[in-house]
Structure formats: structure tokens, C-alpha cells
């Protein structure tokens, strides 16, 4: 099964009618240059195809409306643009089309600090929410490292390092403001916290990958600041050493707020890159919440279980400045690793399985990808038994892409034998089309063909994404 | 707007060759007795219609299918059938048809004790299956009063006391089996703890009410039992007092595990009922979760709390003897005001609004329900700003119904202008068709029709519950 190509879908015509109503519609707020094109036709990830014909830049959601409206008129694609950082590809034009930045539209509409909710544009990234927010003394958790746009964080049903304690977009976004394919408006869910009206078509957009809608607005949950929060690091003799201890402290039931894994090649990469003197050893990074008392009670049950481990002391971190310092080299790891081998690309897999599995899936994949030669990292928000390996290659060389390729087509295989899933947080994209089939099975996927052909008819959002469309 | 009649929707013929060939297929697993149709052509809400023409008692994924293919080719209605427990005539059949009952497919699969996941029949109830797993230290928490079936509950989003702390079916439906419109068979979901493969079909059917699929397993999460557990009564002198003690309580971000509201009504009708004592005053019931020194820790903030609105001191039931005598009274609250007035039905409404706004919302509804001169009580899971009034009617007065229904009208009118939900938990049914169409508006509707077209174009899945069906 090849599973890294984008499969093969003939762009679409666009028409210099549909370009010519865009430009007259949208004005200087609509772009054919080169290299504005290009910009918005990739991502993060290690795929290409020809951009799209157009960017418009959305200020509203009547903008929005406008777009798809006209796209439906002339049956082009729209692909909805956040921040760019996905990495499976979402963003490639692969059937021609337009892109839709909903980057100005970043506005927070309205703190409900007292329910514990806000609602943004979809364009607003979570740094700058925290940031609007900071004085309310309540903190959006969801941190999936880069500093993803709400909107795109919504629509690949993101989630990162806080997800082990706070959830993941799935449980934290309560409703959103949708423009469906034929451009019309339509709103899911209310500040409720529950609800039991009807199908949850919160849930159903949220991971939909721009396939069903474009997000116009997002409402969700946020938590009061944590009364006391400490940062620990703590080193381990072996991988399983540390993998042990996380599975130990799950089934305990400890809240433990951050859990996350990183190998010895991420600390050498990360040591390099952000300057740190991290012991070269497999780490856990962690962070505990709660009330003074809480916090202390969760760290000693952890170090209790890591001592038993063969895990070294913790070393903690508990001003706000350390803390921050420990968590951007983390969240830099990504670029560390990049930077650790010039002129690579770095495939990244995002297996998750339930976490009695996880020393086992692990382990194996890190003896294949030790056999391999081919240079990698491993990182991981282990608490909910999800990882990443980062495959480093030459992307002139089509042997390493096959051989990285092989590697996660083996541990998703794996992951998925052990009933666990081929992304836990990335999403599906164009990259990981087949390891859906191979996951979900024929049926459920031709119930998701099925939902996206009542939903989009003409197939114009975001098209050749999650799934390819059967024939007609 | 007449919310409280089933939209009529002629009855099906139900041909005596389709019930000819059930009858040969099942045997004795079929049955058209008058008593066991009526049985299951009713649930523990207000509303009637004429029972199924049969009732197939399904003993494994196999007969469920087969009974869904035979009914697909006689274009015949099914509804699938747990405990009997909803409440908004979920079970009714108004279209004709037959019921597949679930029960007898209620054993637990297998229990993943070190995944903290169990996977079940659908036809287990939820005391079944914490009775089941009591030796592996964990528990599932939902408790939506009802020993309701865990099909059942996904079925219709339930959730119930302690979603405050765990959540509801949302959060804790991992993965289903699913017997589709055609009688094939799908899953969705793994057993990972998140995962981002492509659209989220384990929400879009958890609450689909039977009208998307028959769940024939259910893969649960599960929690480790609290190291300490505690449970305390509080009176208040005012119910206001009693929702603003609530909210500050939820603001500040305690974990309480579950904190319930009783007015005063209720509590001389559980104080009857159940042959307690307590205050006659609205009162709270909460329980608190977590180690030793967090449940000090919570119970202090929400006692100093409750002081500063005039709460009484904490009666505390510590030993789990109390405890459960003071839940099952709780529980019991339904039926102690039903018996309350001898020969009257309850109806119950089931609103659910941000936190901040309960007060508001509570306090007009209690006002409006005492001028209304309808007996009533009120409970509710307040720490989601979700609360129940129970109307209690003469069944044999239209008066009194059309009045608690408009009761409820402006309940959930202003509910929704709260921008809260006009069902928390219950969901849709035929009671609240309505409603829904008042709080997602036309557009969502008209999707979520969309998809049941996609899903079932026969329209054979539960007929005639959550929207009417649009002219084709």
C-alpha cells in the first residue's frame, strides 16, 4: 500500500469567469500572485502540489459566504487557511481551486469568563487568545505546539500536550458558526455546557478537515488558571523505563496536567537548538495543577512510581520563566530536529494507542527505526498514549522517503493491531488517506463519503482531503 | 407552537409476509403478543401512540442484522429497545413497525481494566456493569438516575449526576458497533483514549436516538474509584442562595463530583417517599471525589462558600451505606412525586443553560411555575446549569397538560435566549421536535436531515423521532 503519495486527482478547471467575479467581489482582499499562492499551497508537512489560483483574504464571515458562494456558482474547490501548520497535507490544492485565509478574522468576540467560555473568530491562534484573556485568570489549555489558528485546531480535531488532563478539541469546543457549501450560515451547539439536541454536528465538523464546512466562529471551554503549577524533569535509563512510568500514573488515575516523552536523539537535537544542558538521557517533561496540596500529592506519587523505575530525581522548574523555557524547547523539538540534519524534511507519524500498549508499540518501532539508518527524534504526549517519531530524510532521496514511509506504514499497522488509532491528533489529510481505510474499514468510510456527498454535493470544500471519492 | 403532540405521521403498513418471515427467522426470539408489544411501545414519559406490530428479542449483532435486512426490504420501521427508561417517547412506535429489544444482549465483552476501557452489549444496564467490574477497582460514572442501558444512554447523549466532574455519553463513548440502515455492520472509534481519523462518527451517533443505527457494542471509559469519597447535604434558605452557592463553586474550577439541587417541594415528597428527614428547605446533595486531603480540600472551599448565601452546616454521609441512601433518594425523586398525586403523569423538562445564567433562568421558571398552580417539583444537576421540572398532571385534564406544556414553552424559550439547550440530557424524542428546530434553526436541521437521508434513505431507523422528515 502506498501510503505517502497524494493520490492522483485531476485539478480542476478554473475558470477565468469564476477568477474575474472573485477579483470584482473581493478586490485588493483577493490575490493571484505567485507568491502569495504558493504560500497558502503547503503546509508544514512534506508534501507538495501546485498551488491555488487565488487567495481571499475573509474579514467576515459574509466574505466567507461570498467566496463559497461564488465557488459553488462555478464548481471550484475552497480550501480554508489558518495558520498553516498542519502537516498532512490539508492545505495542498490538489484538485486546483482557491484558498479561503480566515487569517484577519482573529477577533475574540466575546469572553463569557463567568461560564467558562469565549467565542473567536476562527483566525485568532491560541497564543494570542491566552493572550486577549490573561486578565479573566482563566487559560485556554488545548497547546498542540505550534501556534495553530482556533479554527484550523477545530477542524483537525487537534490536541498536544495539555489533552492528557484538559481534552482535546473534541471535548472543548461547544459550538461553532458554520458556512456550509452552498454558502449559507448555519450554528452548532450552544454555551451549554451539555446537550442532547440532536445529531452533534459540533462533532461532526470539528475534524472534518474543512470537508464539510468552513468555521466562521468558535466557541470554547476555558478553566481557571491552576491555583499552583509545577514543571519536572526526570530522566530515565531506557525508553521503557520512562513509558512504564506514564502508564503506572495513568492507571492510577493521577491528573497529572502534561506528560510528555522525549527520546535521547530529541534532547541532543533540542540541546543544541535552544541551548540546554538537558541530561542525554530518555526524559519525562511534566507538569502538575492543582491547589499547592494537589500539586504536591500528584508529584510524590509520580516520583515514587519513576524511582521504582530507575528514574533520576526530579529537577524541577517552578517559575513561570523556567517553565516557559522548558516547554518552548519542547515545542521547538520539531524545528531542533530539522535544523540537526540541513536541507532535510522530517515525516512525522502520530500514532496513539490505548496506553497498556504503549511500552509495546513503542519499543518495537524504535528497535525498526534503529535498523533503519534513518536519522529520527521521538517525542511523545505519552499520557494519552500518542507519539510522534520524526523521520529525518533527503527529500532527493526517494529511497529514504520509501524507507520512512515503510517505517509508519509498520507502526501503524501495529498501532492499529493494538487497537489504537493512525492519528491522534494531526489529522488525515492527503498523507494518511489509506491508514484510514486500513483503520476505520470499507463501511465506516463510505459512511463518511456518504455524509460529505449529502453535505457537499458538488465536492467543492476541500476536496481529495480525508478520504478519496468513489467514482460516479 | 404545539410541542407537546406527536407530529402525526401515518403508521406504516407492517405486511403480514414481513412478519411471516420475522416469525420464521426467529421463533420464539419474535414475538406479537398484545402485552409484550404494548410493553415496549412505551417509555417513562407522557406520551402514547399504538404499540409495534412485533418485538424481536435480538441476541447477538447477527439477529440484529438480520432483523434489519428483512425490515429494509419490507420497508418496515425498527426501533431499537434497552430499558424502556427515556423519557420523550423515544420508544413510541408512531410510525409502525416492530422494536428490537436489546436486553438479553447484556454481557461485558471484555473489561480492559489497565486501559481504564470496557467494552459491552448495548443491553447492559449501567448498575449491571458497575456490578460487573466492581473487583477492578474502577467504575463508570454516568448515572443518569434510571438503571437505563448503556445502549440506550449513548443513544440518547444521557448523562445524569455525575456528569459535572466525568462528563457525559460524549466524552465516554470511545467506539461503537454500529447495524446500519442496510443491515451491514460498521465501527467507529478505537480504543485509543483521542484520535483525529477523519469524521467523528462515534459523536455523530452517540445521541442519534436509534435513527442512524443500532449500536450492538459499546466501548466505554472507565475511572479508578475515588481514593476517598464524600457526600454532604446543605439547606439553604432560598433556592437562590442554594444556584449561587453552584456557581461560584463551578467558577472557581472545584472538581466537585456531583452537587445536586432539590427544592423544597421535592423534598417532602422524597422526605414521603422514602421515609427521610430531611430539612424542608431547597437543598443541595453534593459528593466529592479525590484523595483524602482533595476531598478536605474541596468540601472547605464549597462550605465557606455556601456560608457567605446562608447555607446551613454540612450533614456529611461518609459511610457508603449513607451515601447510597441518600443517592437512591435522590433517584427515587421521580417516583415519590408521581406517587405524590395519585393517578398523575410528570412532565419533565430538561433544560440546560450557561452557568452564569441558572440563577436567572431557575428563579423566573420557579415564579412562573408556582402562578401556574400546577404541582411540581424541581431537581437538577446544577453544576452543568442543567435542572429538571417536573410537571405533575391530571393525564384525563387537557387543561393541565396544555398548561405544563406551555410551562415548559417559556422554560425553554428563555433557555434558549440564555443561549442554553432545550434538552441536556433526555434528548429529542417526539416531545421536544419542536424545540430543536426553535434552537439549531432551519439550516442545522436541515443537515442533520440530510444525514439521516444519506444514512437511511428508507427512513426505516426510527421513523418520525428528533424531526419530522421533509416531504420527498
Same mark, same amino acid.
Given at each position: 500500500?502506498?501510503?505517502?503519495?497524494?493520490t492522483?486527482s485531476?485539478?480542476?478547471?478554473?475558470?477565468?469567469?469564476?477568477? $474575474?467575479?472573485?477579483?470584482?467581489?473581493?478586490?485588493?482582499?483577493?490575490?493571484?500572485?505567485?507568491?502569495?499562492?504558493?504560500?497558502h !499551497?503547503?503546509?508544514?508537512?512534506?508534501?507538495?502540489?501546485p498551488?491555488?489560483a487565488?487567495?481571499?483574504?475573509?474579514?467576515?464571515?459574509q466574505?466567507?459566504?461570498?467566496?463559497?458562494?461564488l465557488?459553488? #456558482?462555478?464548481?471550484?474547490?475552497?480550501?480554508?487557511?489558518?495558520?498553516?501548520?498542519?502537516?498532512?497535507?490539508?492545505?495542498?490544492?490538489? #484538485?486546483?481551486?482557491?484558498?479561503?485565509?480566515?487569517? %484577519?478574522?482573529?477577533?475574540?468576540?466575546?469572553?463569557n469568563?463567568?461560564?467558562?467560555?469565549?467565542?473567536?473568530?476562527?483566525?485568532?491562534?491560541?497564543?494570542?487568545?491566552?493572550?486577549a484573556?490573561?486578565?479573566?485568570?482563566?487559560?485556554?489549555?488545548?497547546?498542540?505546539?505550534?501556534?495553530?489558528?482556533? !479554527?484550523?485546531?477545530?477542524?483537525t480535531?487537534?490536541s498536544?500536550?495539555?489533552?492528557?488532563?484538559?481534552?482535546?478539541?473534541?471535548?472543548?469546543?461547544l459550538?461553532?458558526?458554520v458556512?456550509?457549501a452552498?454558502?449559507?450560515?448555519?450554528r452548532t451547539?450552544?454555551?451549554?455546557?451539555?446537550s442532547?439536541?440532536?445529531?452533534?454536528?459540533?462533532r461532526?465538523?470539528?475534524?472534518?478537515?474543512?470537508?464539510?464546512?468552513?468555521?466562521?466562529?468558535?466557541?470554547?471551554r476555558?478553566?481557571?488558571?491552576?491555583?499552583?503549577?509545577?514543571?519536572?524533569?526526570?530522566?530515565?535509563?531506557?525508553?521503557?523505563? $520512562?513509558?512504564?512510568?506514564?502508564?503506572?500514573?495513568?492507571?492510577?488515575?493521577?491528573?497529572?496536567?502534561?506528560?510528555?516523552?522525549?527520546?535521547?536523539? $530529541?534532547?541532543?537535537?533540542?540541546?543544541?537548538?535552544?541551548?540546554?544542558?538537558?541530561?542525554?538521557e530518555?526524559?519525562?517533561?511534566?507538569?502538575?495543577h492543582?491547589?499547592?496540596?494537589?500539586?504536591q500529592?500528584?508529584? @510524590?506519587?509520580?516520583?515514587?512510581?519513576?524511582?521504582?523505575?530507575?528514574?533520576?530525581?526530579?529537577?524541577?522548574?517552578?517559575?513561570? @520563566?523556567?517553565?516557559?523555557?522548558?516547554?518552548?524547547?519542547?515545542?521547538?523539538?520539531?524545528?531542533?530536529?530539522?535544523?540537526s540534519?540541513?536541507?532535510?524534511?522530517?515525516?512525522?507519524?502520530?500514532?496513539?494507542?490505548?496506553?497498556? %500498549?504503549?511500552?509495546d508499540?513503542?519499543?518495537?518501532?524504535?528497535?525498526?527505526?534503529?535498523?533503519?539508518g534513518?536519522?529520527?527524534?521521538?517525542?511523545?504526549?505519552?499520557?494519552d498514549?500518542?507519539?510522534?517519531?520524526?523521520?529525518?530524510?533527503?527529500?532527493?532521496s526517494?529511497?529514504?522517503?520509501?524507507?520512512?514511509?515503510?517505517?509508519?506504514?509498520q507502526?501503524?499497522?501495529?498501532?492499529?493491531?493494538?487497537? !489504537?488509532?493512525?492519528?491522534?491528533?494531526h489529522?488525515?489529510?492527503?498523507?494518511?488517506?489509506d491508514?484510514?481505510?486500513?483503520?476505520?474499514?470499507?463501511?465506516?468510510?463510505a459512511?463518511?463519503?456518504?455524509?460529505?456527498q449529502?453535505?457537499?454535493?458538488?465536492?467543492?470544500l476541500?476536496?481529495?482531503?480525508?478520504?478519496?471519492?468513489?467514482?460516479?
Amino acid at each position: 500500500m502506498d501510503s505517502h503519495a497524494p493520490t492522483p486527482s485531476p485539478a480542476r478547471d478554473v475558470p477565468p469567469a469564476f477568477l $474575474a467575479a472573485l477579483s470584482a467581489r473581493f478586490g485588493a482582499q483577493c490575490s493571484m500572485a505567485a507568491a502569495v499562492c504558493a504560500q497558502h !499551497g503547503r503546509d508544514e508537512g512534506s508534501l507538495q502540489a501546485p498551488p491555488p489560483a487565488a487567495v481571499v483574504f475573509a474579514e467576515s464571515t459574509q466574505d466567507v459566504q461570498d467566496a463559497v458562494r461564488l465557488a459553488a #456558482q462555478y464548481g471550484v474547490p475552497v480550501i480554508p487557511y489558518g495558520a498553516g501548520s498542519s502537516l498532512e497535507g490539508h492545505l495542498l490544492a490538489v #484538485q486546483g481551486g482557491i484558498s479561503i485565509d480566515l487569517g %484577519r478574522m482573529n477577533r475574540v468576540l466575546s469572553v463569557n469568563a463567568d461560564d467558562l467560555t469565549v467565542t473567536v473568530q476562527p483566525g485568532i491562534t491560541r497564543k494570542a487568545l491566552n493572550d486577549a484573556i490573561k486578565d479573566t485568570g482563566l487559560f485556554f489549555p488545548i497547546d498542540p505546539g505550534a501556534d495553530a489558528s482556533i !479554527g484550523g485546531m477545530a477542524a483537525t480535531r487537534a490536541s498536544g500536550t495539555n489533552a492528557v488532563r484538559y481534552g482535546t478539541m473534541r471535548e472543548n469546543v461547544l459550538a461553532l458558526e458554520v458556512v456550509t457549501a452552498s454558502g449559507d450560515v448555519i450554528r452548532t451547539g450552544t454555551r451549554a455546557k451539555k446537550s442532547s439536541a440532536g445529531y452533534d454536528l459540533t462533532r461532526l465538523m470539528v475534524g472534518s478537515e474543512g470537508t464539510l464546512g468552513l468555521f466562521t466562529e468558535v466557541t470554547v471551554r476555558l478553566y481557571p488558571l491552576p491555583e499552583a503549577v509545577s514543571a519536572a524533569i526526570c530522566s530515565f535509563p531506557s525508553i521503557e523505563a $520512562a513509558v512504564r512510568t506514564v502508564i503506572q500514573t495513568i492507571q492510577l488515575g493521577v491528573p497529572i496536567a502534561r506528560v510528555e516523552l522525549i527520546d535521547v536523539n $530529541a534532547v541532543r537535537m533540542v540541546n543544541a537548538h535552544s541551548k540546554l544542558h538537558l541530561r542525554e538521557e530518555p526524559l519525562l517533561l511534566m507538569e502538575f495543577h492543582g491547589s499547592p496540596t494537589g500539586v504536591q500529592e500528584q508529584a @510524590e506519587v509520580v516520583q515514587d512510581i519513576a524511582r521504582e523505575w530507575g528514574g533520576n530525581a526530579f529537577e524541577w522548574a517552578t517559575t513561570p @520563566e523556567e517553565r516557559t523555557r522548558l516547554w518552548t524547547a519542547r515545542h521547538n523539538a520539531y524545528f531542533a530536529a530539522v535544523q540537526s540534519r540541513p536541507g532535510c524534511k522530517a515525516i512525522s507519524t502520530d500514532t496513539c494507542v490505548p496506553i497498556s %500498549r504503549l511500552a509495546d508499540c513503542l519499543l518495537d518501532s524504535v528497535a525498526e527505526a534503529d535498523a533503519s539508518g534513518i536519522p529520527y527524534f521521538l517525542v511523545g504526549h505519552v499520557g494519552d498514549g500518542n507519539f510522534h517519531f520524526g523521520y529525518l530524510i533527503d527529500p532527493d532521496s526517494p529511497d529514504e522517503r520509501t524507507r520512512a514511509e515503510q517505517l509508519n506504514h509498520q507502526l501503524v499497522a501495529r498501532a492499529l493491531r493494538m487497537q !489504537g488509532t493512525c492519528t491522534g491528533e494531526h489529522g488525515v489529510g492527503i498523507h494518511k488517506m489509506d491508514f484510514l481505510q486500513e483503520e476505520a474499514g470499507e463501511g465506516a468510510v463510505a459512511m463518511m463519503r456518504a455524509i460529505k456527498q449529502a453535505l457537499d454535493p458538488q465536492n467543492i470544500l476541500n476536496p481529495g482531503k480525508i478520504f478519496t471519492r468513489p467514482a460516479r
